[in-house]
């Protein structure tokens, strides 16, 4: 059995798997994985309410399930962590853009098209 201390309290790991780790709350023992167990004692020390690491594991795999997606538009990298039609984002010109893809590919080709004249005009 593997022990372990965090924010003040004992962590034991469950039987001879370190995958599940347990701790005493306020007589509730709370078990998960370590990492669970460790944002549920954080929860504790700064709501003083319990939650069941369980409930932090389902929001993990809410979020590993959210699919990115990325894509290059005239030389720049377009990003979607969150699968949301509004969620893109680019790097464009140093500044962060956020919106739809569509949004940000036809601010992306005004810019371009803007520097283009520019320049021509210039060479006038």
Partial sequence: MAVATYRG??????????????????????????AAVKKSIDWWCDTASIIDPKEFSAVEAKREQATGMQEQF???????????????????????IKGSKLAIEKHIEKTILELRQAKAAAKK
């Avoid at 309290?9 to 709370?30: D, Y």
């Avoid at 005239?74 to 962060?96: Q, S």
Wanted: glycine letters at 12%; charged letters at 20%.
């Fill in 9 to 34: 309290f004992t962590l034991k790991s469950a039987g001879q798997s370190t995958e599940v780790w347990q701790v005493k709350i306020k007589n509730h023992i709370l078990s998960g994985n370590k």
């Fill in 74 to 96: 005239a030389g720049f990298t377009l990003k979607n962590d969150t699968g949301e039609p509004n969620g893109w984002y680019c790097i464009f010109n140093g500044r962060l």
